[in-house]
Nanobody, 120 residues
Framework: QVQLVESGGGLVQAGGSLRLSCAAS????????MNWYRQAPGKQRELVAF???????YYADSVKGRFTISRDNAKSTVYLQMDSLKPDDTGVYYC??????????????WGQGTRVTVSS
């Protein structure tokens, strides 16, 4: 059974920092590309950061220079270090794991989300 469990969310003042974690089980973590998405109230879910199984990264323009994604394959965990937080960073943060099976079918698994609230 695949499980992705996010943690580390909470309430923080603008300018503060949080570190989100997403612990994976039931999948071969080293074969996964990992994503962090967020969904702000009343808005669509958006991709915040991505880290490939090779270690390559991508960031949305809105978080570039403030957020850092990393992974620890030994712990099957992906992290999102969020610094210089802004009220616009408020939302529910989700991690997802992506891979392709031997028949080229794309697989994606999601966590339940962790809430981040940034007060002004």
């Amino acid at each position: 059974q695949v499980q992705l469990v996010e943690s580390g969310g909470g309430l923080v003042q603008a300018g503060g920092s949080l570190r989100l974690s997403c612990a994976a089980s039931g999948i071969i973590f080293v074969m996964q590309d990992m994503n962090w998405y967020r969904q702000a109230p009343g808005k669509q879910r958006e991709l915040v950061a991505f880290i490939a199984k090779s270690g390559g990264t991508y960031y949305a323009d809105s978080v570039k220079g403030r957020f850092t994604i990393s992974r620890d394959n030994a712990k099957s965990t992906v992290y999102l270090q969020m610094d210089s937080l802004k009220p616009d960073d408020t939302g529910v943060y989700y991690c997802s794991a992506e891979s392709v099976d031997p028949w080229s079918k794309r697989l994606e698994y999601w966590g339940q989300g962790t809430r981040v609230t940034v007060s002004s």
